[in-house]
Protein backbone atom coordinates (compact mmCIF):
# COMPACT_ATOMS: atom_id res chain seq x y z
CA UNK A 1 0.00 0.00 0.00
CA UNK A 2 2.73 2.44 0.84
CA UNK A 3 3.93 2.32 -2.41
CA UNK A 4 0.36 3.94 -4.66
CA UNK A 5 2.28 6.91 -4.46
CA UNK A 6 4.77 5.68 -6.24
CA UNK A 7 3.06 3.74 -9.02
CA UNK A 8 0.58 6.75 -9.85
CA UNK A 9 4.00 8.81 -10.08
CA UNK A 10 5.68 6.26 -12.71
CA UNK A 11 2.22 6.33 -14.20
CA UNK A 12 2.55 10.54 -14.53
CA UNK A 13 6.33 9.53 -15.66
CA UNK A 14 5.30 7.18 -18.65
CA UNK A 15 2.54 9.23 -19.64
CA UNK A 16 4.51 12.31 -19.54
CA UNK A 17 6.75 10.62 -22.17
CA UNK A 18 4.16 9.98 -24.17
CA UNK A 19 3.25 13.68 -24.01
CA UNK A 20 6.58 14.21 -26.66
CA UNK A 21 5.05 12.18 -28.78
CA UNK A 22 1.53 13.52 -29.57
CA UNK A 23 2.33 15.18 -32.72
CA UNK A 24 -1.53 15.61 -34.16
CA UNK A 25 -3.45 15.20 -31.95
CA UNK A 26 -4.71 17.62 -29.64
CA UNK A 27 -7.44 15.99 -27.71
CA UNK A 28 -5.29 13.16 -27.04
CA UNK A 29 -2.68 15.45 -26.00
CA UNK A 30 -5.08 17.27 -23.23
CA UNK A 31 -6.46 13.96 -21.96
CA UNK A 32 -3.14 12.80 -21.33
CA UNK A 33 -1.65 16.33 -19.60
CA UNK A 34 -4.81 16.62 -17.43
CA UNK A 35 -4.24 12.32 -16.33
CA UNK A 36 -0.59 13.92 -15.66
CA UNK A 37 -2.07 16.85 -13.20
CA UNK A 38 -4.59 14.75 -12.04
CA UNK A 39 -1.79 12.45 -10.91
CA UNK A 40 0.45 14.85 -9.83
CA UNK A 41 -2.30 16.04 -7.32
CA UNK A 42 -3.28 11.94 -6.04
CA UNK A 43 0.22 10.90 -5.74
CA UNK A 44 1.14 14.18 -2.90
CA UNK A 45 -2.31 13.43 -1.68
CA UNK A 46 -1.78 9.51 -0.88
CA UNK A 47 1.47 10.20 0.09
CA UNK A 48 0.99 12.83 3.05
CA UNK A 49 -2.73 11.80 3.59
CA UNK A 50 -1.90 7.94 5.05
CA UNK A 51 1.76 8.93 5.72
CA UNK A 52 3.19 6.51 2.61
CA UNK A 53 5.93 9.36 1.95
CA UNK A 54 9.70 7.84 1.03
CA UNK A 55 12.55 9.52 -0.56
CA UNK A 56 12.22 7.63 -3.56
CA UNK A 57 8.98 8.88 -4.22
CA UNK A 58 9.85 12.80 -3.35
CA UNK A 59 12.67 11.83 -6.63
CA UNK A 60 10.84 10.25 -8.68
CA UNK A 61 8.00 12.55 -8.08
CA UNK A 62 10.81 15.51 -9.00
CA UNK A 63 11.72 13.29 -12.18
CA UNK A 64 7.90 13.15 -13.18
CA UNK A 65 7.48 16.82 -12.98
CA UNK A 66 10.83 17.80 -14.61
CA UNK A 67 9.98 15.21 -17.54
CA UNK A 68 6.71 16.32 -17.87
CA UNK A 69 6.76 19.96 -17.61
CA UNK A 70 9.88 19.46 -20.41
CA UNK A 71 7.59 17.18 -22.90
CA UNK A 72 4.35 19.48 -22.48
CA UNK A 73 6.41 22.47 -23.10
CA UNK A 74 8.36 21.75 -26.27
CA UNK A 75 5.69 19.23 -27.72
CA UNK A 76 3.31 22.42 -27.18
CA UNK A 77 5.94 24.82 -28.90
CA UNK A 78 6.94 21.94 -31.55
CA UNK A 79 3.32 21.01 -32.69
CA UNK A 80 1.51 24.09 -32.13
CA UNK A 81 3.69 26.49 -33.53
CA UNK A 82 2.62 29.54 -30.34
CA UNK A 83 3.31 32.70 -30.87
CA UNK A 84 6.30 33.44 -27.93
CA UNK A 85 7.68 37.00 -27.06
CA UNK A 86 10.81 37.04 -27.23
CA UNK A 87 11.04 37.75 -23.28
CA UNK A 88 8.98 34.82 -22.57
CA UNK A 89 11.79 32.46 -24.09
CA UNK A 90 14.32 34.21 -22.40
CA UNK A 91 12.46 34.04 -19.19
CA UNK A 92 11.88 30.33 -19.60
CA UNK A 93 16.28 29.91 -20.37
CA UNK A 94 16.43 31.74 -17.55
CA UNK A 95 14.38 29.38 -15.44
CA UNK A 96 15.71 26.52 -16.63
CA UNK A 97 19.45 26.95 -16.37
CA UNK A 98 18.51 28.38 -12.92
CA UNK A 99 16.81 25.26 -12.30
CA UNK A 100 19.47 22.91 -13.51
CA UNK A 101 21.59 25.14 -11.37
CA UNK A 102 19.51 23.88 -8.37
CA UNK A 103 19.75 20.69 -9.27
CA UNK A 104 23.58 20.84 -9.59
CA UNK A 105 23.15 22.23 -5.76
CA UNK A 106 21.51 19.75 -4.19
CA UNK A 107 23.24 16.96 -6.00
CA UNK A 108 26.82 18.81 -4.69
CA UNK A 109 25.62 19.90 -0.90
CA UNK A 110 23.15 16.69 -0.34
CA UNK A 111 24.54 13.80 -2.13
CA UNK A 112 21.12 13.71 -4.11
CA UNK A 113 19.35 15.78 -7.31
CA UNK A 114 16.05 17.08 -6.37
CA UNK A 115 13.25 19.83 -6.49
CA UNK A 116 12.13 21.45 -3.27
CA UNK A 117 7.92 21.45 -3.10
CA UNK A 118 7.90 25.11 -1.86
CA UNK A 119 4.61 27.07 -1.83
CA UNK A 120 6.45 29.22 -4.97
CA UNK A 121 7.26 26.33 -7.05
CA UNK A 122 3.84 24.76 -6.10
CA UNK A 123 2.06 27.65 -7.65
CA UNK A 124 4.76 27.72 -10.44
CA UNK A 125 3.48 24.30 -11.61
CA UNK A 126 -0.11 25.08 -11.51
CA UNK A 127 0.10 28.47 -13.53
CA UNK A 128 2.50 26.17 -16.49
CA UNK A 129 -0.33 23.59 -16.04
CA UNK A 130 -3.07 26.02 -16.92
CA UNK A 131 -0.78 28.41 -19.05
CA UNK A 132 0.30 25.84 -21.60
CA UNK A 133 -3.38 24.41 -22.84
CA UNK A 134 -4.28 27.86 -22.85
CA UNK A 135 -1.79 29.25 -24.49
CA UNK A 136 -2.62 26.37 -27.44
CA UNK A 137 -5.95 27.71 -27.29
CA UNK A 138 -5.20 31.66 -27.45
CA UNK A 139 -2.26 31.25 -29.50
CA UNK A 140 0.58 32.75 -27.42
CA UNK A 141 1.53 32.90 -23.81
CA UNK A 142 1.17 36.26 -21.88
CA UNK A 143 4.23 37.79 -20.06
CA UNK A 144 3.16 37.36 -16.87
CA UNK A 145 3.42 34.13 -16.82
CA UNK A 146 7.23 33.91 -16.08
CA UNK A 147 7.68 36.14 -13.16
CA UNK A 148 6.31 33.36 -10.01
CA UNK A 149 8.19 30.53 -11.62
CA UNK A 150 11.50 32.95 -11.82
CA UNK A 151 10.79 34.15 -8.69
CA UNK A 152 10.41 30.91 -6.76
CA UNK A 153 13.12 29.17 -8.63
CA UNK A 154 15.69 32.02 -7.16
CA UNK A 155 13.88 31.95 -3.82
CA UNK A 156 14.60 27.84 -4.32
CA UNK A 157 18.31 28.99 -4.81
CA UNK A 158 18.53 31.25 -2.09
CA UNK A 159 16.80 27.93 -0.16
CA UNK A 160 19.47 25.50 -1.12
CA UNK A 161 22.47 27.92 -0.28
CA UNK A 162 21.70 28.57 3.21
CA UNK A 163 20.04 25.02 4.17
CA UNK A 164 21.78 22.72 6.27
CA UNK A 165 19.78 20.18 5.33
CA UNK A 166 18.11 19.05 2.62
CA UNK A 167 14.11 19.01 3.18
CA UNK A 168 12.36 18.58 -0.13
CA UNK A 169 8.57 19.50 1.82
CA UNK A 170 10.12 23.36 2.98
CA UNK A 171 7.38 25.77 2.27
CA UNK A 172 9.23 29.03 1.49
CA UNK A 173 12.92 30.86 2.46
CA UNK A 174 11.01 32.49 5.40
CA UNK A 175 10.28 28.85 6.55
CA UNK A 176 13.76 28.33 6.93
CA UNK A 177 14.93 30.98 8.84
CA UNK A 178 12.47 30.19 11.54
Avoid at 152 to 173: G, V
Wanted: hydrophobic fraction near 55%; aromatic fraction near 18%; glycine fraction near 6%.
Amino acid sequence: MKNIPNYITLVRLVLSVLLFFITNNWILFLVIYFVCGISDVLDGFFARTFKWQTKTGARLDSLADFIFFFAAFFRMLLSYRLTIPVPIILGALLIALIRFFNLHITRKKFGMPGILHTIGNKLSGIIFFFACPAAVILGYIPLWVIFIPLISSLEETMILFKADIYNPDIRSFYHLLK
